[in-house]
């Protein structure tokens, strides 16, 4: 029986999100350490395939990091000859240059946001592999060369935005009849505008504002609570997030 990889059935699931991985340059336990030891975080495990891609984050307004990221999914052939129950979680590992380290993030959750907060780097992960039925939203922050899983209550609510796993051609045509780039509504992060409130960002904010996590909140954030988010933490946005042509269609 073939296999298709958990993350191509989700992607097209969320809805009016980001569809795809960022291809532009770029167990529910809390308190967990992210492993770094490089001898471990290179070992792919047996049924999974890797691809490995180099990504410019901007982390900060105008600062921007190169970040190794490798996807490990499951191999078409290979998965086939592993029972079910023994077959790996798909995952995502991420190397990224910081000071005098390389910090390694290493997980089976995909990341959407890479920033940097008091030179401290900080993630926000979306896991749906740890339970299918329910996705949810997962915090870490730098640890000398590793990351360290937080409580949502500790992650920097300034840098609560989504800048990774988008793709500026990502669109939805709106009632108005206009075009709505997920790229732009990332760049924005207009509380006053209705479809911000269907993106990764306007979600984080509702789970970090009131404990409801991703699977537990309706179709779309809830408006009022972004917008009171929004006054209450000024959440700081990023202007660039991923270089595209002049002109691209996704810019204003």
Same mark, same amino acid.
């Given at each position: 029986?073939f296999?298709?990889?958990?993350r !191509?059935i989700?992607?097209?699931?969320?809805?009016? $999100?980001?569809?795809?991985?960022?291809?532009?340059?770029?167990? #529910?336990?809390?308190?967990?350490? @992210?492993?770094?030891?490089?001898?471990?975080a290179d070992?792919?495990?047996?049924?999974?395939?890797?691809s490995?891609?180099?990504?410019?984050?901007?982390?900060?307004?105008?600062? %921007?990091? $190169?970040?190794?990221?490798?996807?490990?999914?499951?191999?078409?052939?290979?998965?086939?000859? #592993?029972?079910?129950n023994?077959?790996?979680?798909?995952?995502?590992? !991420?190397?990224?240059?910081?000071?005098?380290?390389?910090?390694? %993030?290493?997980?089976v959750s #995909?990341?959407?946001?890479?920033?940097?907060?008091d030179?401290?780097?900080?993630i926000?992960?979306?896991?749906?592999?740890?339970?299918?039925?329910?996705?949810?939203?997962?915090?870490?922050?730098?640890?000398?060369?590793?990351?360290?899983?937080?409580?949502?209550?500790?992650?920097?609510?300034?840098?609560?935005?989504?800048?990774?796993?988008?793709?500026?051609?990502?669109?939805?045509?709106?009632s108005?009849?206009? !075009?709505?780039?997920?790229?732009?509504?990332?760049?924005?992060?207009?509380?006053?505008?209705?479809?911000?409130?269907n993106?990764? $960002?306007?979600? @984080? %904010? @509702?789970?970090?504002?009131?404990?409801?996590?991703?699977?537990?909140q309706?179709?779309?954030?809830?408006?009022?609570?972004?917008?009171?988010?929004?006054?209450?933490?000024?959440p700081?946005? #990023?202007?660039?997030?991923?270089?595209?042509?002049p002109? %691209?269609?996704?810019?204003?």
């Open positions: 029986m296999r298709i990889p958990l !191509l989700f992607a097209g699931m969320i809805l009016c $999100t980001t569809k795809t991985p960022n291809a532009f340059a770029q167990h #529910i336990a809390p308190e967990t350490d @992210v492993d770094s030891d490089d001898s471990e070992v792919v495990p047996r049924g999974l395939t890797s490995t891609e180099k990504l410019q984050v901007e982390i900060a307004a105008k600062r %921007w990091v $190169t970040v190794l990221k490798t996807d490990l999914s499951y191999d078409e052939e290979l998965s086939l000859t #592993i029972p079910q023994e077959l790996p979680a798909e995952r995502t590992r !991420l190397k990224i240059p910081w000071r005098d380290n390389q910090v390694v %993030w290493d997980t #995909i990341p959407i946001s890479l920033r940097v907060s030179d401290v780097l900080h926000i992960a979306f896991d749906r592999e740890t339970d299918f039925s329910k996705p949810r939203f997962r915090y870490y922050r730098q640890d000398g060369a590793k990351f360290k899983e937080i409580k949502p209550d500790e992650f920097p609510k300034q840098i609560a935005t989504q800048n990774m796993w988008l793709k500026p051609t990502a669109v939805v045509r709106g108005d009849d206009k !075009l709505h780039y997920d790229l732009q509504l990332a760049r924005d992060i207009n509380p006053d505008d209705v479809y911000f409130y993106t990764l $960002t306007a979600r @984080v %904010w @509702v789970h970090l504002a009131t404990g409801k996590d991703y699977y537990q309706d179709h779309a954030a809830d408006g009022e609570t972004v917008k009171s988010y929004k006054r209450m933490y000024s700081v946005s #990023i202007p660039t997030i991923i270089k595209t042509p002109g %691209w269609p996704s810019d204003k």
